[in-house]
């Protein structure tokens, strides 16, 4: 899997293996097993998914270097509006059996973002985090937390995908400096991007399939899909993007196909 540099010099692949709804126990385990069978290196899971156990016992059942994988996970809204950023990080290393993580994510902009960031800063320091990040953060709050940060988030993990690309948040993430990693990456569950037309014809003249024209669209945009998968066929069939290239043309075909269609929740008015 090829890697690209964080802002920080940490190298990241460039496609990470998402587990969301995966289930604790033989589900997720399988698919982390399926997923490092096929290359991946990158598992980016949360404490809310409720599979670190499962992520951290496939690692361990890998037989792969801790060094060679790389591993994400997320602090929670309620850990944050608590103020428990500290012991959450601790209960996620300690379920991801582990002594450090590559990646840790506030998760969403709640109130109280400002302060857990000094914690991520504080552990990032004390090398318990290679590098430390935000998801669903607008342009707005990435300015807010510039102004409180000594650090400036090596990452902002957002949803995109050809009905809603954010192009625009990407753009001004990718001239800060910031990273973007893409979740819902194919369109998430219960909708048919995947069956759309235009890509489908995309993908006929390189032999490829509408999910492996939507990752290579995301590489070429400089984002790191997330695809997660629990089926062994698809899991393996979401890294095979590597042997084919888009034309400029086709890249703005699927840029045309955004209809500014969420598939989440809107960060600036969320409930949770
Ligand atoms: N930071 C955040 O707030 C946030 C929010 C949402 C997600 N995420 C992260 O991003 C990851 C990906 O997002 P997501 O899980 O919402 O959506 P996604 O990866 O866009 O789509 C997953 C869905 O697509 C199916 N699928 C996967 N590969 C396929 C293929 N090649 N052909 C046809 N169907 C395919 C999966 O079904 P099968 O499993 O049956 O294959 C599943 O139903 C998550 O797992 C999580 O790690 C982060």
Not at 141 to 152: G, N, R, W
Not at 243 to 257: A, G, H, R, S, V
């Amino acid at each position: 899997m090829d890697k690209i540099k964080l802002s920080n010099e940490v190298n990241i692949p460039v496609i990470g293996f998402g587990v969301f709804k995966a289930e604790l126990g033989e589900q997720t385990e399988n698919a982390v097993k399926w997923a490092f069978e096929s290359g991946y290196r990158h598992i980016d899971t949360a404490k809310i998914y409720g599979n670190e156990q499962s992520v951290g016992n496939a690692i361990l059942n890998s037989g792969l270097s801790r060094k060679d994988i790389f591993l994400t996970t997320k602090l929670w809204n309620d850990d944050i509006r608590a103020g428990n950023v500290r012991e959450a990080f601790y209960e996620s290393l300690e379920k991801l059996q582990t002594d450090y993580v590559d990646l840790y994510l506030i998760h969403w902009p709640v109130n109280g973002y400002a302060e857990a960031w000094k914690v991520l800063e504080e552990l990032y320091f004390e090398k318990k985090i290679k590098a430390i990040g935000v998801s669903n953060f607008h342009k707005n709050h990435l300015e807010d937390l510039d102004k409180v940060a000594t650090i400036k988030p090596m990452i902002n993990q957002i949803e995109s995908h050809p009905m809603f690309n954010n192009q625009e948040l990407i753009d001004y993430c990718q001239s800060q400096k910031i990273t973007v990693q893409a979740w819902s990456p194919l369109g998430g569950n219960g909708t048919n991007i995947i069956s759309n037309e235009c890509l489908n014809e995309i993908g006929k003249k390189y032999n490829k399939s509408a999910a492996q024209v939507i990752i290579r669209w995301h590489l070429q945009r400089n984002v790191i899909p997330l695809p997660k998968s629990v089926n062994k066929e698809r899991i393996k069939s979401n890294t095979e993007v590597f042997d084919f290239n888009l034309t400029y043309e086709d890249m703005m075909k699927i840029n045309e196909l955004n209809q500014f269609k969420r598939v989440g929740p809107d960060p600036d008015c969320f409930k949770f």
